[in-house]
C-alpha cells in the first residue's frame, strides 16, 4: 500500500503541538510505544470522545468487498454526551509512519516509532457532531440491545441495519 501523504490523529485533547510516542493503547506488546494514525478521517474522529468495548463499539461492514460506514455503537447516551467536550483531529504528515496489514486495524491504522508534528490540527467543539459530518453513522442503544449486538455472530450487522443512526 502507498503511504499517504496526510494521516489524522483525533484526542479530546486540543492542546497537542507534538504527539510523542506512549504505550497506553497496545496492540502488540512488543511493538513499543507508538504514535497511531490513520488515513480514514472518520475513522480518526470516533476517537474524540473516551471510550471503551464496555460501552462503545466502533466498527463497520462489507458486502460486496466494498467497506461501508463506520458505525459507532454506544450504551449510555448520558455518558457519551457527558464526556463528548470536543477536541481536535489533527493532520499528521505521513513520513515516518508505517502498517502491518495483519495487526491492529490493518491499512487503516498507522504507526510511528518517532516524536511527530502536527501539520494542521481542526478544533472540534462536539465529538458528536464531526463524527456524523464525516460520515459516522451513531447509535444510542440500550443495554440489551448493545449486549445482543456484541454476541450477534453478524457483528451486529442485521441488528443496528434496522436502526436509525443519530443526524444533526
Known amino acids: 500500500m502507498n503511504r499517504p501523504k496526510t494521516l489524522y490523529h483525533a484526542s479530546p485533547n486540543s492542546e497537542i503541538d507534538i ?3 506512549r504505550n497506553e493503547s497496545i496492540r502488540n506488546v512488543g511493538e ?8 480514514d478521517k472518520a475513522l480518526a474522529s470516533t476517537f474524540l470522545v473516551p471510550s471503551d468495548e464496555s460501552w462503545v463499539l466502533v466498527g463497520r461492514w ?5 467497506a461501508g460506514p463506520w458505525h459507532v ?3 449510555s447516551r448520558y455518558k457519551f454526551m457527558r464526556l463528548d467536550s470536543g477536541g481536535a483531529i489533527y493532520h499528521l504528515p505521513g513520513d515516518g509512519f508505517i502498517y502491518r496489514p495483519d495487526e ?13 508534528r502536527p501539520l494542521k ?3 472540534v467543539e462536539f465529538g458528536l457532531k ?4 464525516n460520515g459516522v453513522e451513531v447509535y444510542f442503544v440500550g443495554r440489551r440491545v448493545y449486549r445482543e449486538i456484541k454476541k450477534s455472530e453478524d457483528d451486529g450487522m442485521e ?7 443519530e443526524s444533526l
Open 19 to 21: 504527539f510523542e510516542p
Open 104 to 116: 491492529g486495524l490493518g491499512e487503516n491504522e498507522w504507526i510511528s516509532t518517532e516524536k511527530v
Open 62 to 66: 462489507s458486502e460486496s468487498g466494498e
Open 32 to 39: 513499543g510505544p507508538v504514535v497511531f494514525a490513520t488515513p
Open 121 to 123: 490540527k481542526e478544533i
Open 130 to 133: 464531526a463524527m456524523i459530518e
Open 73 to 75: 455503537i454506544v450504551k
Open 159 to 165: 441488528i443496528v441495519s434496522k436502526l436509525k443512526p
